[in-house]
């Protein structure tokens, strides 16, 4: 699970990391946990130690150069689990993410319900991943790249362009699309987080349909736009209140309790072609299971996945790793006593068979390093999360990465009419447009997201099963700088359809 919880200080304490949440309008004090990793304060403070002790090699990456991408070429193979392996129901999970959030904001916080519990279904068009909020002003921008603005809202409202050029000027940047499109670390930890921010997954893309709801509802009551909307912490209480690691256990929340009611409703199985292949790659590599969510929810959503036997297809399990900090600090890892974290965990002890929690890259990587037997194994991190799982890794450490975006599968690809989304309405907008954006000009027709596709990961698929149809040995012609036709061959078994029709 990926959801970011902003304005949230972390200390850690022998045995937990608690959260200290600080409520800005009453500057009230609580202290949660979350079930979700990429909660985390991150770098600054454990940067140094990390690179005191970098293992890996500091060579430059040459793969990105090499423009032929195999499996078969890795030692090392890391999968992320929530929306990577387990695919959710998204029509089922969305919703009910929605409505919980909504009724909390309602009952809790005191917003008009009229706006609220509307149903979602005649709004599903505004959902879409990897929309930024403007806090401040109330508007939900999509962004092209440089931090370009190709599509915005105030509220659920769309902006005209006229609108657009007249709040962010004629070039259509604002400073802080544009410093979030440089560092999107910074913008994740730093004070950028209370200005900016993106939905960039399904666990908090409703969260955008809420927050348009909530303007428009302030906007209707004050007769006008306001100066400066400040509604953004009672979302982030909702969202909290979701998603408390402790909530899967003490069956609180709204979340966990209705997928623990009804798995089948809300989680995929895996099929069998993907689980045989984790086993085929298992026999030649070391591979290894990398999730945000704590040991409880991520046993339940493997089980349910992958069925009861699936920490026999991992060699080693990692939960609660707070990503994007495991692939930039030097948290130790933690061992787990049942679902209880209970004593930091040196390295040199690090087990083939167990699960961990939370823990670093650097000593991931020196443990892979000694099993492997190679000075320099040659690592892959699988993941959905395009900040958390492939910008980050792509560029704080030497692992490679593979994205797998559902809205490849959902939007359509060249060629490839026949591959289904049971959930596309979910996920594809004609509002917002194509998540990958178009090729009719460069600079503005790409999405800010697509050229994160193509910058940091080796190739793009909509869903494992892909790759779990082809041999290991198969050739891939990898996204690769300075190649302008490779914007469309990284992606398969096709381009975003988007590209093409704009072509
Ligand atoms: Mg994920």
Redesign the pocket.
Known sequence: ??VRLNHLVYRWTSTKTVIEHTNRRGGIKYFSEVACSSVSGTTNTSRSSSQSRMVEPTLVKVSKANSIFRLSDYDCIGF?????ICRYKLAQMVKLEYEVLAEYLVTQKGYNAEYLMKPLDGSLDFLQKGLVFDFHRGNILKLGSNGYISKGSHGTRFMTDFEIEGIYGPDRKWNMSVAFCQDMLEAWNGPMSERIRTVS?YFDMPAALVFGRIVDSVDAKEGKKLDSYNVWPDILDGLVYMFKRENFSSDEGGYFPALKKNPGMYINKCSSNVINWLKQIKDSKVVFLL??SHIDFASFTATNSLGVNWRDLFDIVLCYTRKPGFFTGARPFIKLDGVTETDPVNVEDLEFGNMYSQGNWQDLYQFLSKKTGQQHPKCLYV???LI??IYVPSSYTKCDTVA?IEELGAEGMNDNDSYVHSDASVIVSSGWGSYFGTKEKHVTGNSFWSGIIKKHSKICVPDLGVLASLPLTFEFHSFSEGEEKSDYLGYYPGYPRSFWQSA
């Open positions: 699970m990926h992320d689990l929530d929306n990577t997954d999730t945000g993941g959905d999360n958390q799982d797998v």
